[in-house]
């Protein structure tokens, strides 16, 4: 069966840092597209961050650029999001996913296997 797993979340002062790491189980996805969405109370999921299989293209959304890295690493399965200068703001519900379509990779339609999301709260 596949499954992602995201670990990482937590809560953290306005300013700070958090590193969230999402883990691919049952088959590899190498090949495959992945991205991080959130989604905060009342509001509707969205994009955060893309990267290509080959790590050759990263996406960004606007309020994220410059703050938030995302990475893979394919040998072990695994994606990343690393989060710098946290606000408030980001206080979210933060999911991996693989897309299974290639042709927008900020959109979450694209995107066929989802983890069960981790927690990030920013106090201010």
């Known amino acids: 069966q596949v499954q992602l797993v995201e670990s990482g979340g937590g809560l953290v002062q306005a300013g700070g840092s958090l590193r969230l790491s999402c883990a691919a189980s049952?088959?590899?996805?190498?090949?495959?597209?992945m991205g991080w969405f959130r989604q905060a109370p009342g509001k509707e999921r969205e994009f955060v961050a893309a990267?290509?299989?080959?790590?050759?293209?990263?996406y960004y959304a606007g309020s994220v650029k410059g703050r938030f890295t995302i990475s893979r690493d394919n040998a072990k399965n695994t994606v990343s999001l690393q989060m710098n200068s946290l606000k408030p703001e980001d206080t979210a519900v933060y999911y991996c996913?693989?897309?299974?379509?290639?042709?927008?990779?900020?959109?979450?339609?694209?995107?066929?296997?989802w983890g069960q999301g981790t927690q990030v709260t920013v106090s201010s």
């Open positions: 996913a693989v897309a299974i379509l290639g042709r927008n990779p900020t959109a979450a339609t694209q995107y066929g296997v």
């Open positions: 049952g088959r590899t996805f190498s090949t495959y597209n």
């Open positions: 990267i290509t299989w080959n790590s050759g293209a990263t």
